[in-house]
């Protein structure tokens, strides 16, 4: 099992900057492939950046050039630099890791996500 708890939400204005971070635990982390996602009242939860075990990213078309994925398998950590925040990145954000059981299997497990809002 693994347990994810996110921190760093909350309010800022247009053009700025917000850091979350992902405390995991309950499993080897660094074997673990870990995402942001945000989800936003009746729409579905996207995919906001990933980094793998291996650390290679990934990011949606838009936050790329303004969103960065990081991980610290020392601390058990994943965190997500957001810069140039817009209106449109207002969502709940949630922390997923990606655990490999085997080479065909893996279990997925989300935190409970944190409200990011960009408002003036």
């Known amino acids: 099992q693994v347990q994810l708890v996110e921190s760093g939400g909350g309010l800022v204005q247009p053009g700025g900057s917000l850091r979350l971070s992902c405390a995991a635990s309950?499993?080897?982390?660094?074997?673990?492939?870990m995402a942001w996602y945000r989800q936003v009242p009746e729409k579905q939860r996207e995919l906001v950046a990933s980094?793998?075990?291996?650390?290679?990213?990934s990011y949606a078309g838009s936050v790329k050039g303004r969103f960065a994925i990081s991980r610290d398998n020392a601390k058990n950590t994943v965190s997500l630099q957001m810069n140039s925040l817009k209106p449109e990145d207002t969502a709940v954000y949630y922390c997923?890791?990606?655990?490999?059981?085997?080479?065909?299997?893996?279990?997925?497990?989300w935190g409970r996500g944190t409200q990011v809002t960009v408002s003036s």
């Open positions: 997923h890791a990606r655990q490999p059981i085997n080479n065909l299997v893996h279990r997925d497990f």
């Open positions: 309950g499993s080897v982390f660094s074997r673990n492939d």
């Open positions: 980094i793998s075990s291996s650390g290679d990213t």
